[in-house]
C-alpha cells in the first residue's frame, strides 16, 4: 500500500469521516480528535492493508470502532462535558425550505438511537451500500436492514414531532413592521 498517498487520503476522506464522527458524539471537539485518531491509525498500520479499494471501508470501520471504544470507556469513567461553544453552531435559517427540511432532518437523525442513527447515517449521508455498513459496523447485512427499517421508523416520529412544533420566529428590528 506505499503507493497510496496519505495525503491524497486525507484529502479525500477528511470531511466524509469527519461528519460520520459528528454523527456519532455530537461533539465538534470529539469528532476532530476521533478523525484525527482514525487517520493516525491509518498512518500506522495502513500500509497492512492489501486491497486499496477497502480504504474507505477501513476508514470508516475503524472510526467507528474507536467510537464504541470510548463509549466503553466513557461508561466506566463518566464525565460531564461542557460545550463552550454552543453559540458558534449553525443554526438552519428559513432561507429555504430545502435548507430547512435538511437541517429537520439532520436535527431529527441526532435524536435518534445511535444503534440506528450508524447505519442510517452511514446510508443517507455517507452514501454506503448496505454491504459497507455491514462491514464498517461489523455486523451481518441482515441486522443492517433490520435496523435501518427500524431506524427509518424512529427518524420519520422524530420528524413529525419536529414539525408538530410551533414555529420561533426570530424578533424584527424596531423600525420593520410586518403587517398581516
Not at 113 to 124: F, H, Q, V
Not at 129 to 155: C, F, N, Q, W
Request: glycine share 4%; aromatic share 10%.
Amino acid at each position: 500500500m506505499s503507493d497510496v498517498n496519505f495525503e491524497a487520503i486525507v484529502g479525500d476522506y477528511y470531511q466524509p469521516l469527519y461528519r460520520f464522527a459528528y454523527s456519532l458524539c455530537q461533539s465538534d471537539s470529539a469528532a476532530c480528535d476521533l478523525t484525527q485518531e482514525t487517520f493516525y491509525r491509518w498512518a500506522t498500520k495502513g500500509h497492512q492493508l492489501r486491497d486499496a479499494s477497502k480504504i474507505k471501508t477501513w476508514l470508516f470501520t475503524t472510526l467507528y470502532r474507536q467510537f464504541l471504544g470510548q463509549q466503553r470507556r466513557d461508561a466506566r469513567f463518566p464525565h460531564v462535558e461542557v460545550e463552550a461553544n454552543h453559540h458558534e453552531l449553525p443554526h438552519p435559517t428559513s432561507r429555504v425550505d430545502r435548507e430547512l427540511d435538511g437541517a429537520l432532518a439532520v436535527e431529527a437523525l441526532q435524536e435518534v438511537g445511535e444503534i440506528y442513527r450508524a447505519p442510517l447515517t452511514l446510508l443517507y449521508l455517507k452514501d454506503h451500500s448496505y454491504r459497507e455498513i455491514a462491514d464498517i459496523l461489523d455486523i451481518p447485512i441482515g441486522t443492517v436492514m433490520s435496523r435501518l427499517s427500524r431506524g427509518k421508523e424512529h427518524l420519520r416520529q422524530k420528524l413529525e414531532e419536529h414539525r408538530a412544533k410551533p414555529k420561533i420566529t426570530p424578533l424584527r428590528a424596531a423600525g420593520d413592521h410586518h403587517h398581516a
